[in-house]
């Protein structure tokens, strides 16, 4: 049997190292934390106060997608304090994206991309 701790880290690619690190700085509000040194750049990010981490790993390629928000692709999702707050945060730096405050999944959804068109999910207690 596999005993679980958590979730430590997810990976996700960009084509833009800088402007990525701005994105999931200063919109998603990530603080950078040290990163081993690799033979290809990228950043990594702790998030909440558990040990959970977000990877950037940068590759020239393309990304995953070429559209929009689909709240069904594959993502990862971070909970928030405050539902009503976020969609404002959000709004006031023009950053699309989709919500949902009586979502069945019993917590607020509120969906968007990065600029690597990577879906992310901010959810809130109801």
Request: no cysteine; aromatic share 8%.
């Amino acid at each position: 049997m596999i005993r679980h701790e958590g979730i430590h880290h997810v990976s996700l690619i960009v084509t833009d190292l800088e402007r990525a690190k701005r994105f999931y700085e200063e919109i998603i509000g990530l603080r950078e934390i040290p990163r081993p040194a690799f033979d290809f750049p990228g950043a990594w990010y702790g998030i909440g106060s558990n040990g959970q981490q977000l990877h950037l790993i940068v590759h020239t390629g393309e990304t995953l997608r070429g559209g929009g928000i689909d709240t069904r692709d594959g993502h990862f999702a971070i909970r928030v304090a405050d539902f009503d707050e976020t969609i404002a945060w959000l709004s006031e730096h023009g950053i699309e994206h989709r919500h949902n405050r009586n979502s069945i999944t019993g917590f607020a959804q509120i969906f968007l991309t990065d600029p690597d068109r990577n879906i992310i999910e901010l959810n809130a207690a109801r």
